[in-house]
């Protein structure tokens, strides 16, 4: 859908009048499953140019697919609106499937009625935020469109849950080795002060641990990319 569901489509979703009322519509949690069902069940099937071969379904858009399509044909939210996802809140990317598929609460709490939102500036166009909103009640200004999506089978292919650490303090010893600890101990052989490297190590070897943690601040290796190949 090019625009949020208005109260005529869900009306007409669900098999009941009302087609021509476009005033959007206010969202819950039941009211969405319920037509994303009456859709699941029976609109697939009148879908032209759907590939047979593959299972279809209709939901709210991943995080993934609402900036894919909002990328590539604008999907227009409004000044102050609440666009609901089919993804489950979280405080990071970590651990996020790389499909497009939503990702699921996997926990316990209150926060499995809560579903990550598209939020945009009360008063600036064209700026959203990502949010969050309860679907246990018909919030005013949360709005939601439908997708037809396909099935994704088999164990997704996550963002890591944490970061390569063995890798990330491998890569600091060694830039602190090259650029403070052996230019430490170079410099003053090369100016003829070799008796010094002797005597006064301890004091070499903490200058450079000093200047090599001080370089993290300006370069380090940049860190691999982690891509996702759909073939």
Not at 27 to 53: R, T
Not at 112 to 131: C, D, M, N, Q, V
Not at 169 to 174: A, D, F, K, Q, S
Request: a negative charge; proline letters at 6%.
């Amino acid at each position: 859908m090019e625009a949020p569901l208005t109260n005529g489509q869900a009306r007409m979703l669900q098999g009941q009048d009302g087609e021509d009322d476009s005033s959007l519509f206010n969202i819950d949690a039941e009211a969405l499953k319920h037509i994303m069902g009456a859709c699941n069940d029976g609109a697939l099937s009148s879908v032209e140019g759907l590939d047979s071969d593959v299972q279809w379904e209709v939901r709210c858009p991943s995080e993934s697919e609402w900036r894919c399509a909002d990328s590539a044909i604008g999907l227009g939210l409004e000044k102050k609106q609440i666009e609901v996802l089919a993804d489950a809140v979280n405080s990071n990317y970590r651990g996020a499937m790389m499909d497009g598929r939503p990702r699921r609460f996997e926990s316990l709490g209150p926060m499995a009625l809560h579903r990550a939102a598209i939020e945009t500036h009360p008063s600036k166009e064209g700026i959203t935020a990502l949010s969050s909103v309860p679907l246990d009640r018909p919030i005013a200004g949360v709005v939601a469109r439908l997708v037809i999506s396909p099935v994704r089978q088999g164990a997704p292919k996550r963002v890591p849950e944490s970061a390569d650490m063995a890798a990330n303090i491998r890569t600091e010893l060694v830039c602190t080795l090259l650029l403070g600890v052996i230019p430490s101990f170079t410099i003053p052989v090369l100016r003829g002060m070799g008796d010094y490297v002797q005597s006064g190590w301890a004091n070499l070897l903490f200058g450079g641990l000093c200047a090599g943690f001080v370089t993290g601040a300006f370069w380090r290796p940049r860190r691999p990319t982690i891509t996702y190949d759909e073939s």
